[in-house]
């Protein structure tokens, strides 16, 4: 099908179409996992760990605005250092390779969405190809933004207060390789899907399933939940680190009410017939 009047494909032409475009991102996916896996020790002592030490840059800033305020965790604790484990033979190579890959699919993502949009554009008339190619480069700059603050805000702060956590003095914390990147890697990648929020509103709007009207609506009932998730998130407590995670959270709830349509939902004007 084409919305351009391009010549219609059948639907084994679009599997042969989906086929190659599969066969091309495992290709380029291939090309940066061995990248990345020949430069991984140096991404692991430079960027992967680095939260684990007390001179991580947040610890720093944080340290510099909450220093003497006692109602806040000590941030400036020079002592603070994660010291890792590995208890099973395998692991240390299966990380390698497995971050490898991980960090292989956020690298590429933009190439992912690139052969996406090469997929399903012939399907598009002209206006619907300029508003989805915006939505999808818009999404890709949401993505790498929400793994940004993923490690950059969220992970920091969530292992700090973990690591430090202690139920009682008897037991001593030793966090084992694989639990350490577990959390890592799935507190990045949510937080890179989280944000990818707004996308999924706007199309919600197209569709005529979403309006400001809901957003408006929900405000009091959305602060609560993103309060509730950064409570869970960092159950450390303190007012500070609870609003470094909830801001960003209720920040895109706005963004996402920014990207929809003013009017009725079809699902409210069906009840209403």
């Known amino acids: 099908m084409s919305g351009t009047g391009e010549k219609k494909l059948t639907f084994w032409d679009h599997l042969e179409e989906l086929r190659w475009s599969l066969l091309r991102i495992a290709i380029v996916l291939a090309i940066f996992m061995v990248a990345f896996f020949f430069i991984m020790p140096w991404l692991f002592d430079n960027f992967i760990l680095a939260p ?51 960090f292989g ?62 139920i009682s003095a008897e037991i001593t914390n030793q966090i084992s390789l694989n639990s350490y990147m577990s959390n890592f890697m799935i507190l990045i990648l949510i937080m890179g899907l989280v944000f990818e929020l707004p996308l999924v509103s706007w199309f919600l709007s197209e569709l005529g399933l979403l309006t400001k009207d809901f957003f408006k609506k929900y405000r009091k009932y959305a602060i609560v939940i993103c309060l509730v998730l950064a409570a869970i998130i960092t159950p450390s407590g303190d007012p500070f680190t609870l609003f470094i995670v909830f801001f960003p959270l209720y920040l895109l709830y706005e963004l996402s009410s920014f990207f929809v349509k003013a009017g009725k939902n079809k699902i409210n004007s069906s009840n209403v017939n």
């Open 52 to 102: 684990c030490k007390s001179d991580f840059f947040l610890y720093r800033y944080i340290c510099k605005i909450t220093s003497g305020i006692s109602i806040f965790p000590d941030f400036c604790n020079s002592d603070f250092h994660v010291k890792l484990i590995n208890i099973n033979l395998a692991s240390q190579f299966l990380i390698h390779v497995s971050t490898s890959f991980w």
């Open 105 to 166: 699919i956020i690298i590429i993502f933009p190439y992912i969405i690139f052969e996406t949009w090469k997929f399903i554009s012939p399907a598009l008339y002209q206006n619907e190809k300029r508003n989805t190619k915006k939505a999808f480069t818009f999404g890709t700059v949401m993505f790498f933004i929400g793994c940004t603050i993923g490690y950059v805000m969220i992970f920091p702060v969530t292992l700090r207060f973990l690591a430090q956590y202690q």
